[in-house]
């Protein structure tokens, strides 16, 4: 059997030295779990929020955890700063949370302001009520600084069982008209 030819790159030159697949596998593109544990926790924390499910991206949107890589106003993706395409690393120092629809605006730009972020960001605001919905519906429960509650199941909404859950079930929507 021959000797295959030696690989070569894009610009016809000869590896000399492993193939282009060895060199991105020694780069990976995407995020491994421990790097995106790392961003997530380096991003702003919302206040009143759960920080573990709650965040801000670096434009200021608020971001829930649970919806990572969907294309709502509240899910995200894991940006790489300095683009992946321009050299950029995929490391917690150049990771990033940005809402979808900002990440998928910034492209593969180096540097892109935040007021300019913001104008890409998802004009939908959300209350604290709307997000304790939000939150309950992901979640089955709230967890908030002073207002922790859970989803209360249909046998106790029938009067048939009382839950030995200590917590407190939600009223929600709310009552009042704050």
Known sequence: MAPSSPRR????????????????K???RSFDEKTRSACWRKAAAVMGRHPERWRQD????????RFWS??????YEYDHIVPFSKGGESTVDNCQILQTRVNRSKSDK?????????????????????????????YGD????GKQCRCRTVAEMLGKVKSKNQMAACELPYNDAS
């Open 9 to 24: 790159d894009l610009d016809g030159e000869g590896t000399g030295g492993g193939s282009s697949a060895a060199r991105e």
């Open 26 to 28: 020694e780069r990976p």
């Open 58 to 65: 670096a434009a200021g949107n608020v971001v829930c955890r």
């Open 70 to 75: 969907c294309h709502g106003c509240l899910c």
């Open 110 to 138: 180096a540097w892109i302001e935040q007021a300019e972020m913001q104008g890409f960001s998802c004009d939908i605001k959300f209350t604290d009520k709307e997000l304790d919905v939000i939150e309950m519906a992901v």
């Open 142 to 145: 709230v967890i908030r600084p």
